[in-house]
């Protein structure tokens, strides 16, 4: 997503295909509301994910946080993001202006002046269109920190980092990148977000989990670990699917452009590819979870799944589809792997979003010097870049609101459920909901 309209001019010409310029601005316009639409619809399936994966006393606080999350990142990309990311990009970051608005050529149209239309249908899309389809993409980031330090973080901190995460950590990210920065001038490759979307939630996870520690009771004294599978496999499992069915806008609306056969072509070829891995992480990763986890484990095909997804998004618009299928195996296979090796670190991720997201979003990135176009050297740039800057300004801000608010719930509360413990509410109210010993 590096230049919108440079993508959108680079297919066949208007001339060859017999579109009219205007029909071609009304088709991109199109394609990024519907698909954005569409994306925004994923903040359902990480909601039912997640409250399908905690245990049932925390089940309502997941829903509280994810309609959160979706709200504070929308204003947040609104006021100063979207600015920061695609306005005036330098070699780090864009303009520090508030609020993002339909263009003066626009007004004029909506006001009734036909000789503004040109210019406007020049700009090859509605402005608003592509704010909005980039704004479910930082919400999508967000999300990804929800559910790994779930079942113990307090609403309001979370709520604070998100902001701080929409508004200027995954802008800059992004300024590098598709806001053509000076990762972008070095040629990085990731043409709908392993790094920039899935590896920034991934790492600002990863520090939000050590910061705030694991749950209560869940690494005991003897070493073991006390095993919390999903308290609901269908809602769980409902997730998987919600979140499938947006990935394919995720990856094919980031072709950014519907307004050419080019372009149709391109865009059918990235969802199968999309298809292709996801279901090629499932199976592979239920492959390995009887010798690695010691049985055929649900969680680890859900996983493998969005493994799968997320390991093709930095490069699915390759030609040679074969390709996917072993990109997307070796997601569900390293994310499978993942998992057990946080385990034995004693990193407690409730719902694998470390696993699936960031190292999965690691290889992905890595593999489109496979066959989608990206110097090695320079794609593993991009990844110790973005996860050095993501890491580092995640674990300070984590770190001083622990220090300064406290990020964590009472122990009583944990013990209690979120929901009863802060909402004053039960997600199953005709279940009697008993603490769980340590």
Same mark, same amino acid.
């Given at each position: &997503? ?6 959108? +001019? ?12 205007? +029909?071609?601005?009304?088709? $991109?316009? %199109?394609?990024? /509301? ?23 006393? $925390? ?23 979207? $600015?920061? &990311? ?12 508030? %609020? ?61 980092? +998100? ?45 939000? =989990? ?29 997730? =998987? ?25 391109? &865009? ?23 010798? /690695? ?31 996917? /299928? ?49 110097? %090695? ?53 005709? %279940?009697?909901? &008993?603490?769980?010993?340590?």
């Amino acid at each position: &997503m590096l230049d919108t309209f440079s993508v959108a +001019t680079s297919s066949v010409s208007i001339a060859q295909v017999g579109v009219s310029e205007e +029909t071609q601005f009304i088709l $991109n316009t %199109f394609a990024f /509301l519907v698909w954005g639409a569409l994306i925004m619809w994923m903040a359902a399936g990480f909601t039912m994910l997640e409250s399908g994966a905690v245990r049932t006393k $925390n089940a309502s606080m997941i829903c509280l946080k994810n309609i959160g999350i979706y709200s504070v990142a929308g204003l947040a990309y609104y006021i100063v993001g979207y $600015n920061l &990311m695609y306005t005036d990009v330098g070699d780090f970051f864009g303009a520090l202006k508030f %609020f993002y608005a339909t263009s003066a050529d626009e007004i004029s149209l909506l006001g009734g002046s036909e000789s503004a239309l040109a210019d406007v249908v020049g700009n090859g899309y509605a402005v608003m269109s592509d704010w909005f389809f980039q704004m479910v993409f930082v919400a999508t980031a967000a999300s990804i920190v929800s559910g790994a330090i779930a079942e113990r973080i307090k609403i309001w901190p979370f709520f604070l980092f +998100t902001l701080f995460l929409t508004a200027l950590i995954y802008p800059i990210v992004g300024a590098w990148t598709w806001g053509g920065g000076w990762l972008a001038e070095a040629g990085f490759v990731d043409f709908a977000g392993s790094s920039i979307v899935h590896g920034t939630g991934g790492w600002a996870a990863l520090a939000g =989990v050590l910061v705030v520690g694991p749950r209560l009771g869940k690494y005991r004294e003897d070493g073991s670990v006390k095993p919390t599978p999903p308290s609901n496999v269908l809602v769980f499992t409902l997730g =998987v699917f919600i979140l499938w069915l947006g990935w394919f806008a995720f990856n094919g609306g980031s072709q950014l452009a519907l307004g050419s056969a080019a372009d149709a072509v391109a &865009m059918s070829n990235v969802l199968v590819n999309t298809n292709l891995a996801a279901s090629a992480g499932v199976l592979a990763a239920l492959a390995v979870s009887r010798p /690695l986890l010691g049985r055929m484990d649900i969680f680890a095909g859900m996983n493998g799944a969005i493994a799968g997804l997320v390991a093709i998004t930095a490069g699915p618009n390759l030609t040679d589809h074969r390709w996917a /299928l072993l990109i997307g195996a070796v997601g569900g296979l390293v994310c499978t792997v993942a998992t057990k090796g946080l385990e034995r670190l004693k990193v407690d991720d409730v719902v694998g979003a470390i696993p699936a997201h960031l190292v999965s979003g690691i290889w992905g990135t890595l593999a489109v010097t496979i066959a989608a176009g990206g110097r %090695f050297h320079i794609q593993l740039l991009g990844v110790v870049s973005i996860g050095v800057f993501v890491f580092v300004a995640s674990y300070v801000l984590w770190w001083l609101m622990d220090t300064l608010l406290g990020i964590r719930v009472s122990a009583q509360v944990e013990r209690l459920g979120q929901d009863s413990g802060e909402l004053g509410i039960e997600s199953y109210p005709e %279940f009697v909901l &008993m603490p769980e010993e340590d």
